[in-house]
Structures are given as structure tokens and as C-alpha cells.
């Protein structure tokens, strides 16, 4: 199975800032299947990023995505309100698909 | 507008069984995987399987078989998780996901269902 790390664990960050969080394998995704979510209190995942930078329906370009092999980048360029949130990275290039453990995202 | 709704949260017993029903609407059901995701308090997600709506093939974790099982209803496009041999361990919300393929990115996901696990 595939472990998915993420750092750092909590990011601490002003509206308007730069977010970089980050995603790493124990071994190589296959074909760059990787993807993030959002989730914020008491909601469900939302789907951000697929197949590593290709944005969902309905996201924002402030998000984007990068990264192959085994180390992965989500990149907030201007934080809104909004995005506070935690955020999780999924592989699904393999089974079973695994999820990272999750960056929070939250106010300075 | 494409959703998915859980059914309402569930207090079990240990060693008890628990299903849980996922209804779709605005798309069509059977073209479409269905994942089935849970998170334990303090957890990461995780993966429990999936069941392709159409031909009613499923694939479950390792971690989860002999205890899982997912079925549909075709004709209340309608998804089921059900988890036998309740612990307390099992605790946690259950999401229904939508998957493209049963080898895709999870694009629309359910409200989740509250299962608590106690005596």
C-alpha cells in the first residue's frame, strides 16, 4: 500500500498570503494519479485537483497543482477567507486508494 | 443538481451491523462507480471500496473484506455500505463518494453518516 505524507501539519498564514503544501509517496503514483481535497467543519471532501494539476469544475485558478513520482505540490497562490481549511492528498493510481493525513490551513 | 444523500446517523452495539443508503440524483446512476469512504475520529480518510452501479461489480480493501459488503438498487438509484461485526474502532462518519471509473478521482461526495459503536 501506498503511504502518503503530508507537511507540514499545520500552516499558519494571513488572507492574501501563498500556501504551499506538500504531499509525499513511499513510492512512485502511478501515472501522476494523485489528487486533492478540501474539507472543512462538519462537510464532506471537496475535490480540488486531479491527475496532479488539473483542476476540478468550479475551482478557483488561485489553486493549483504539481508534482509527479513521489512528491506532490497544492499551491494556494492568494488566500481567500475561504480557504482555511484542511486539506488532504489521495492517490488512486493503485489499490487501495490512500489519503495523506492532512495539512491544516488556518488563520495567523 | 448532481447529488448524493446518506442516509441519518446510526448508534450500534458491538458486534452489531450497520447499512447505510447513498441516493443519487441528477445523473445517471448506473454509469457511474460508487466509493464508499470513512473517518474515524482524529483520522485520515479512509478507503473502504467501491461498487460499479452498472454491472454491479464491487472491490473492497483488504483491511475491510469478509466484513463489507456494497450492494445497489438500480431502479432507486440507490447505493448501500454495509459493516458487520461492529467494534468500537468503527466509529467514525462514512461517505458515499462518485467515481468516475472505480480507478478515479472522487468528484461528488455524500453529507456523511455518523455511526457510533457502543455498549
Known amino acids: 500500500e501506498i503511504v502518503l505524507t503530508q507537511s507540514p501539519g499545520t500552516l499558519s498564514l494571513s488572507p492574501g498570503e501563498r500556501a504551499t503544501l506538500s504531499c509525499r509517496a513511499s513510492?512512485?503514483?502511478?501515472?501522476?494519479?494523485l489528487a486533492w481535497y478540501q474539507q472543512k467543519p462538519g462537510q464532506a471532501p471537496r475535490l480540488l485537483i486531479y491527475?496532479?494539476?488539473s483542476r476540478a469544475t468550479g475551482i478557483p485558478d488561485r489553486f493549483s497543482g504539481s508534482g509527479s513520482g513521489t512528491d506532490f505540490t497544492l499551491t494556494i497562490s492568494r488566500l481567500e477567507p475561504e480557504d482555511f481549511a484542511v486539506y488532504y492528498c489521495?492517490?488512486?493510481?493503485?489499490?487501495?486508494?490512500?489519503f495523506g493525513q492532512g495539512t491544516k490551513v488556518e488563520i495567523k | 443538481q448532481v447529488q448524493l444523500v446518506q442516509s441519518g446517523a446510526e448508534v450500534k452495539k458491538p458486534g452489531a451491523s450497520v447499512k447505510v443508503s447513498c441516493k443519487a440524483f441528477?445523473?445517471?446512476?448506473?454509469?457511474?462507480?460508487m466509493d464508499w469512504v470513512r473517518q474515524a475520529p482524529g483520522q485520515r480518510l479512509e478507503w473502504m471500496g467501491w461498487?460499479?452501479?452498472?454491472?454491479?461489480?464491487?472491490k473492497y480493501s483488504e483491511k475491510f473484506q469478509g466484513r463489507v459488503t456494497i450492494t445497489r438498487d438500480t431502479s432507486a438509484s440507490t447505493a448501500y455500505m454495509e459493516l458487520s461485526s461492529l467494534r468500537s474502532d468503527d466509529t467514525a462518519v462514512y461517505y458515499c463518494?462518485?467515481?468516475?471509473?472505480?480507478?478515479?478521482?472522487?468528484?461528488?461526495w455524500g453529507q456523511g453518516t455518523v455511526v457510533t459503536v457502543s455498549s
Open positions: 491527475d496532479a494539476s
Open positions: 513510492q512512485s503514483v502511478s501515472s501522476s494519479y
Open positions: 489521495q492517490q488512486y493510481g493503485s489499490s487501495p486508494r490512500t
Open positions: 461498487i460499479n452501479a452498472g454491472n454491479g461489480n464491487t
Open positions: 441528477g445523473y445517471t446512476f448506473s454509469s457511474h462507480v
Open positions: 463518494a462518485r467515481d468516475t471509473c472505480g480507478g478515479c478521482p472522487l468528484d461528488i
